[in-house]
């Protein structure tokens, strides 16, 4: 303990058990190694694999129990070895101390292996039979290992033992749980000699958090609360004053009159590292909800039950309004914008930014600079809380959001019921936009985060989303988010019943002036229709003809009109991005959806068993009425008949 400063760690994050696989050249002391530290001496005669090995939970601190797996060196057994690797928690490679030629093979062959395999399990390398070494021949075991570390970082730990002495054998399968447990590797980075950047980030959120006066500083009285809170224990004053001296040699701006600096707060986590207490860093990780990828713990997350497929999970007012003045914190110039810089300042707290891969990176309004708009900052939340509501979550923890997350999201009604009220309370619709190639779909999405219109064509490599905010007539403001479906993956996506269950808009488009994109979107048209009445699922459709700033194909005009009246939903949409026509498309696609009993199509069939089950309704009701006549005529017969008789 550094002064006082820690305590005993937790055992890993709630892990029950650990798999250890042994593997090495034959005759470097395997099946020896694992059977003298099971017994406790040295083995007189050893098989060639030993059977699984099991040291009880008791035999560590961390009370896990640890099975040992003694793979065989032929390449015989070849398949067997691999799927022990891929079982194992952690991989022992071992070598001869005595044999030269064994530790070569370690970088020639077993470590190149396991990256071939793509095992990503830590590795500790042993060194066996320390006792048959040449003490003629001294060798350092750091001289020997730190090129081999340097080149294959999964190596977590070095060390040599003798399973005849039993020097350092039990030691072996101590780091091997270590590794496992309180892995350095996520932590520090070894050839820079600095902590992680995941690491940082961490702490820094740690850090804010302890901070409870928000003066930067963490003083006395925010240490010890910070120490109860990690390891059951305050420091006492000789303790935390032995901490600030140690911070103040080696940090000198870690430490003011008013307590602890960020910077001496990171500093604590490099010494834990540097003097092999990595375990300490990781209990006071695992107390703050981390897991060993460095994230939250997003599975323990509580969220809002979603019953049905056609309800989804919206941010609340409340949360909204924390992320327009979290928004307007961080815009530094008060441009209504963030650049990247300020856009990375607000999630520094978090592990990463969390859009910058797909489907979040460049799905929202940008200014033509590349800053990122209030409504693009807004769509980018909405957008991860319809498709990752856990993320949602964890990132506004990250960020510092400290309200109840019951009161961060609601739940909406079911779309099925808004069809029958002839009414939507939701403030975010998401709409699917079908098409066939070429037909202008990504253009329509370019527009709709504000991208200028190109010409060159590039087909959209699987489905891709935007979101934006739209203003309504009468100032009420909705996110929109489209979702485009590929023409390659419109049927396999609507082989699935519940694929429109998600949906509050079908949008439809074709280019105007090409008769067979028209023939192709009508198809899928009259797919989604039929979809959605077979399962229940029936969306409001808009077709658009696109491209109307090319001349229009006559017959598609007609057929087109002729086919909106056969369903009984609006004519099509005629737009051209290249005119930047985009306010009122996406206007009429917002009002289309918050009339939720509107323009959902009927085919023929569907109108047909619409019809049966009006008539069977009717002759149910029908029957239902005159039964309960005939059983009313009867009672008031009966009652006369008694009356008469008296």
């Keep these: 303990m550094l002064g006082g400063f820690g305590g005993k760690s937790s055992s890993g994050g709630g892990r029950k058990s650990l798999r250890v696989a042994v593997a090495g050249d034959k005759g470097t002391g395997k099946s020896s190694l694992i059977s003298a530290v ?78 071939r395999l793509q095992i990503k399990a830590p590795v500790i390398v042993v060194g066996c039979k320390l006792d048959l070494r040449d003490e003629r021949s001294p060798v350092k075991l750091e001289d020997i290992m730190a090129p081999i570390m340097k080149e294959y970082r999964e190596i977590e730990t070095c060390i040599e033992c003798s399973a005849l002495t039993l020097i350092q054998a039990p030691d072996v399968f101590y780091y091997a749980l270590k590794a496992v447990l309180h892995p350095t590797f996520p932590l520090f980075d070894q050839e820079k000699q600095c902590l992680k950047p995941r690491l940082r980030r961490a702490v820094q959120r740690i850090f804010n958090f302890c901070d409870q006066d928000l003066d930067g500083v963490l003083n006395d009285a925010e240490l010890n609360d910070f120490q109860v809170n990690c390891f059951g224990a305050p420091l006492d004053p000789v303790e935390l004053m032995g ?156 960020v510092g959001y400290g309200h109840d997350p019951a009161s961060t999201f609601s739940v909406t009604r079911k779309r099925s019921v808004d069809r029958k009220k002839q009414r939507t309370e939701r403030n975010v619709f998401q709409c699917f936009v079908f098409g066939p190639k070429k037909s202008g779909k990504s253009a329509i999405l370019d527009s709709f985060i504000g991208r200028k219109f190109s010409d060159s064509y590039k087909a959209t490599v699987g489905e891709r989303y935007v979101a934006n905010v739209v203003d309504q007539p009468g100032g009420c403001k909705k996110t929109l988010i489209l979702r485009e479906i590929p023409e390659d993956r419109v049927k396999k996506f609507l082989a699935n019943k519940e694929a429109l269950a998600a949906c509050d808009v079908a949008v439809v488009v074709y280019d105007s002036s090409d008769v067979y994109s028209w023939r192709k979107a009508r198809e899928m048209l009259m797919e989604v229709a039929r979809k959605g009445e077979e399962s229940g699922y029936g969306t409001p459709c808009v077709l658009v003809a696109a491209k109307d700033d090319l001349d229009a194909y006559p017959m598609s005009v007609q057929e087109s009109d002729r086919v909106c009246m056969e369903l009984g939903i609006d004519i099509p949409v005629s737009v051209s991005m290249k005119d930047d026509e985009r306010n009122s498309l996406f206007r009429k696609i917002v009002s289309t959806a918050e009339n939720p009993h509107m323009s959902v199509p009927e085919t023929e069939s569907g109108r047909r068993s619409k019809n049966i089950r009006q008539v069977v309704n009717s002759s149910l009701l029908f029957v239902s009425v005159g039964t309960a006549l005939g059983f009313a005529g009867l009672a008031a017969y009966r009652a006369y008949s008694a009356r008469k008789n008296a």
């Design 243 to 398: 901490v600030k001296r140690v911070v103040q040699e080696r940090q000198p701006d870690g430490v003011t009159d008013l307590g602890l600096t960020l910077p001496g707060f990171l500093f604590l986590f490099s010494l834990f590292i540097e003097r092999g207490r990595p375990e300490t860093a990781w209990a006071i990780l695992r107390k703050f909800g981390y897991n060993d990828s460095l994230e939250l713990n997003t599975e323990l997350l509580p969220l809002p039950a979603k019953h049905s497929p056609d309800q989804s999970i919206e941010l609340t007012n409340e949360t909204m309004d924390f992320l327009r003045g979290f928004f307007q914190l961080y815009d530094l110039d008060n441009d209504g914008a963030l650049r990247p810089d300020e856009l990375d300042d607000l999630f520094k707290t978090a592990p990463d930014s969390p859009w910058l891969e797909a489907p979040y990176k460049d799905a929202a309004e940008k200014t033509p600079s590349g800053k990122l708009t209030i409504n693009g900052f807004l769509s980018e939340w909405a957008l991860m809380t319809l498709l990752d509501p856990r993320k949602t979550l964890a990132n506004l923890i990250y």
């Design 38 to 115: 099971a017994s406790e001496t040295f083995p007189d005669n050893v098989p060639r694999v030993l059977p699984p090995t099991t040291l009880p939970a008791d035999a560590y601190p961390d009370y896990i129990p640890i099975t040992i797996i003694d793979t065989p060196s032929s390449i015989d057994n070849r398949i067997k070895l691999i799927e022990e690797f891929r079982k194992a928690d952690v991989v022992i490679l071992t070598y001869a101390c005595d044999q030269p030629p064994t530790l070569d093979r370690l970088s020639s062959y077993w470590l190149p292996e396991l990256r």
